[in-house]
């Protein structure tokens, strides 16, 4: 790989944007840091005590409302052509996901007692923070590599981008691996005539299916490893992992080729000709991801430091991955991120989205977590179908953390063969969890709107010229491509 320096008439960047994207960050934390301030005037309340307390309400449900309409505006409000323009910006989504949180604990304040509203608050935060922070970091340190060149696209050469894209996705998260290849990928296949299948495949491969090895893979494994799951145990999905991204490869390939085959050769001979190699900037940020990795791993408050042995206080893994992402900004040159084109909008959205959300699923999870033995879902299969179907129509993260619950309310609380034990102290079936974790990660891909980066893509390809498949139609895709590989993965690992 070259180590070439880009120019500044290379780069490019997008001011205004950038900085929508940090001042909703700032206002996120600013939020965050007040709820906490003013949740911590409360009394605790042990957690089963609030969930039993929330759970005996008659009108419990009135409670998840917000919940549910802010679960609702993130998917509906996009699609409406009088509120799209507004709800862009940044700060829309952050005043409707915080009005929608905080119309949650007023439900708790007036319903159960001020209290129980706080806990609630400390509950939610004490997720957000650490949540946002791992992506912010991510979304930094990636944001500071840029592949550039151009190779020669070719469907093989195609179908090895993906699969990179595949591995790639777990150590930069599927959003950082997103941002980091679909632009390189989109220029070095500028000259296709039909440029939408790699994209559509790009989403479901490198956004989605390929995150599953590591919990800072995706959103939703990252929840679940706050909520206890051991660092290492998402390796052991490595199997439908491998089943499931082969198989999206294979297809794609086909498909490629046929398309490859179909614009015949002198449509690619500009591509063969100046086939350049690819070339990485900015390679510094490889380290500091290991180092991202590996705080992660190895440092959770109230366990001992490895090789120190000192229990680690709690946020010193937040700091540690705050003071990378800044090393990261002061040590790479403003140019690499401008050729890569990075802003804080993306990162902006997801904290303004979650920032509310995070408060709002607070009800629904108390009570799923109380009567969730009642809804019948008890086999690994339905767990699978139930977690992948509200992933697909709602973002994946919060379903994921509602299952988890479900399944802890089925699992024996006391360890057992086949059960895992969670570093919160409780215990949950590993097939259990196994299925809802597949049916998070991977069919978040049936939609534009089941995980963060697919909508991100589609608007990066959109702005390149890629005439990208409406919302039905590409959910006609998944269905076609998706769903039959999904069907048979489940068969095989999950039954």
């Not at 949540?131 to 469907?155: D, E, K, M, N, Y």
């Not at 893979?217 to 439908?240: A, H, M, N, Q, S």
């Amino acid at each position: 790989m070259s180590n070439q320096f880009p120019t500044n008439s290379q780069a490019h960047a997008d001011t205004p944007t950038a900085s929508h994207g940090k001042v909703t960050i700032l206002a996120a934390i600013l939020a965050a840091t007040l709820a906490s301030l003013i949740a911590l005037r409360g009394h605790s309340v042990h957690t089963e005590n609030l969930y039993a307390l929330i759970a005996a309400r008659p009108t419990w449900i009135i409670g998840c409302i917000p919940f549910v309409v802010l679960l609702l505006s993130i998917a509906i409000v996009p699609m409406i052509p009088a509120m799209e323009h507004w709800w862009e910006r940044n700060s829309s989504k952050l005043l409707v996901s915080c009005t929608l949180g905080l119309a949650a604990l007023a439900w708790l304040a007036n319903q159960v007692s001020l209290d129980a509203a706080a806990t609630a608050a400390i509950h939610g935060l004490d997720e957000y923070v650490p949540f946002i922070i791992l992506l912010l970091s991510l979304f930094v340190i990636s944001g500071g590599i840029s592949v550039g060149g151009r190779f020669t696209a070719t469907p093989r050469m195609n179908t090895t981008m993906l699969a990179f894209g595949a591995v790639l996705a777990n150590l930069l998260g599927t959003t950082g691996a997103s941002m980091l290849l679909i632009r390189p990928l989109l220029k070095a296949n500028a000259h296709r005539s039909c440029r939408a299948p790699l994209v559509i495949f790009f989403i479901f491969i490198v956004s989605n299916c390929g995150g599953l090895l590591l919990p800072i893979g995706d959103p939703p494994l990252f929840l679940g490893y706050l909520r206890g799951v051991p660092f290492e145990w998402t390796l052991t999905l490595w199997k439908p992992w491998l089943f499931v991204n082969a198989a999206i490869l294979c297809v794609f390939y086909a498909i490629d080729l046929r398309g490859w085959k179909q614009e015949g050769f002198h449509q690619h001979r500009e591509s063969v000709a100046h086939g350049q190699g690819i070339t990485l900037h900015g390679q510094s940020n490889a380290l500091l991801l290991i180092f991202s990795v590996l705080a992660v791993a190895l440092v959770a408050p109230g366990k001992p430091l490895p090789l120190i042995g000192v229990m680690a206080p709690k946020l010193l893994r937040e700091g540690i991955l705050i003071a990378l992402a800044g090393l990261s900004l002061v040590i790479t040159p403003m140019t690499i991120r401008k050729l890569q084109g990075f802003s804080f909008t993306p990162i902006g959205e997801v904290a303004a989205i979650f920032s509310g959300l995070f408060l709002a699923m607070q009800i629904p999870m108390a009570i799923l977590s109380t009567n969730g033995g009642e809804l019948g879902i008890n086999s690994p299969l339905s767990f699978f179908w139930i977690t992948g179907a509200l992933s697909s129509v709602l973002d994946n993260a919060p379903t994921y953390v509602v299952f988890l619950e479900v399944a802890n309310t089925q699992t024996p609380q006391h360890i057992a063969e086949g059960i895992l034990p969670l570093t919160s102290g409780e215990f949950v079936r590993h097939d259990f969890l196994a299925a809802i974790s597949c049916g998070a990660v991977f069919m978040g891909a049936m939609t534009y709107i089941g995980n963060g980066p697919n909508l991100m893509v589609r608007a990066i390809a959109a702005k390149e010229g890629v005439n990208m498949p409406s919302f039905g139609r590409y959910i006609l895709w998944a269905c076609c491509v998706l769903l039959p590989i999904l069907a048979a993965a489940s068969y095989l690992f999950l039954r």
